[in-house]
């Protein structure tokens, strides 16, 4: 969609919702007595309520992503962004999303959880998508269309022309996720916000910038869209810590350069021998920083890679993964012992 109309996208009770008004928001100016937020008036790095709408925060991811910060949200992690997305535009037992399978959990959990209606279609044996499945899928009430490029559990990039054939046809709604999009090597699709209205990016820092444990995710789309979710969100979603602490870590973009080098350089190596051992049937090409292998009886060596001290996921249950894990790409000697352990399974 070129253009959307947002007034007919929104569930009408966030339309006509007034918003909570903190304190911070009734008064944005600098004063010398602050008594409007019965925060307590002795001083510590702690005691007042933090910048709502992260201005500072934003502004400095703003420079590193090319993305003005008025199109700027962030969450307390990428799960907030997505839940705040079915809760601004999904009506609970009406409105339906579309799920390509397989990819990242916490859509359908979401979208469970909000009592929003789930209508998947499959991706195709190499984890692509299939543009016709997916048309065919999406009817009148389909609001949002989740696609996840590095994918989540496959680790490929979807085709951008298949994704842009998406973008122009659903008049939802498209949410990509760009988790992994550090190890891609490939332009984010924030460069086309201008173009597509309806396109929502999901970016974290919790994987290639290595600060999971902060929950900071940040969305990028159309200033509207970014309204809606301000005007939804909890009023001090991001704490003055994660908020210190990502202004910190964002000046050591040169380093966070450097550990997605090795982490590449590692995955393409390890990739190549894994596909030597006898155990292992298939790795699939990965843009992300883990790699899917098919093996025999997945079930068997999961259970001795634990035996071992090493855990991966098992994705064996999951559609179009049959006997697969899926492997983190570690340290060197992390890697290393992952590979001898493999090695040293026989007889399945
Ligand atoms: C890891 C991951 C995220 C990140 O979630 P956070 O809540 O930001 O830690 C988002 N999407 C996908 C597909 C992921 O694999």
Redesign the pocket.
């Given at each position: 969609m070129q253009n959307m109309n947002l007034d007919t996208l929104v569930r009408r009770n966030v339309r006509d919702l007034k918003p909570y008004s903190s304190a911070r928001d009734d008064f944005q100016g600098v004063a010398q007595v602050y008594l409007d937020a019965n925060e307590n008036p002795n001083p510590s790095a702690y005691n007042r309520y933090p910048d709502p709408l992260q201005r500072e925060l934003k502004k400095r991811i703003g420079l590193i992503k090319g993305v003005e910060p008025k199109n700027i949200f962030l969450g307390n992690?990428?799960?907030e962004p997505i839940d705040l997305l079915f809760r601004a535009f999904c009506e609970p037992g009406i409105d339906n999303v579309v799920i390509p399978q397989p990819t990242?959990g916490?859509y359908a959990v979401s979208a469970n959880i909000n009592n929003v209606k789930i209508k998947s279609s499959l991706l195709t044996e190499d984890f692509d998508l299939d543009v016709n499945a997916t048309i065919t899928t999406i009817d009148s009430n389909s609001k949002l269309l989740f696609l996840?490029s590095p994918n989540?559990p496959s680790g490929n990039l979807l085709s951008r022309q298949k994704v842009v054939d998406l973008l122009k046809v659903f008049s939802g709604l498209v949410i990509l996720?760009e988790?992994?999009i550090d190890f891609a090597g490939t332009e984010s699709y924030t460069t086309m916000l201008q173009e597509y209205q309806n396109l929502v990016v999901?970016q974290?820092l919790?994987?290639a910038w290595g600060l999971?444990a902060i929950?900071l995710?940040m969305c990028f789309a159309h200033e509207g869209v970014i309204d809606i979710l301000n005007k939804i969100k909890p009023p001090y979603n991001i704490s003055i810590l994660t908020q210190q602490v990502a202004l910190a870590q964002l000046d050591h973009e040169p380093r966070k350069n450097q550990w997605v080098t090795e982490i590449v350089r590692e995955r393409n190596q390890i990739s190549a021998a894994l596909a030597a051992l006898p155990v292992v049937l298939h790795v699939f090409p990965s843009d992300a920083n883990f790699l899917l292998v098919k093996v025999r009886n997945a079930k068997e060596v999961y259970q001795k890679l634990i035996r071992a001290g090493i855990v991966v996921r098992d994705r064996s249950s999951v559609i179009l993964c049959d006997d697969c894990l899926r492997i983190t790409i570690g340290t060197p000697e992390e890697n290393q012992k992952l590979l001898s352990a493999l090695n040293a399974i026989n007889g399945l």
């Open positions: 992690g990428s799960d990242y916490m996840c989540n996720d988790a992994y999901l974290t919790s994987k999971a929950r995710g």
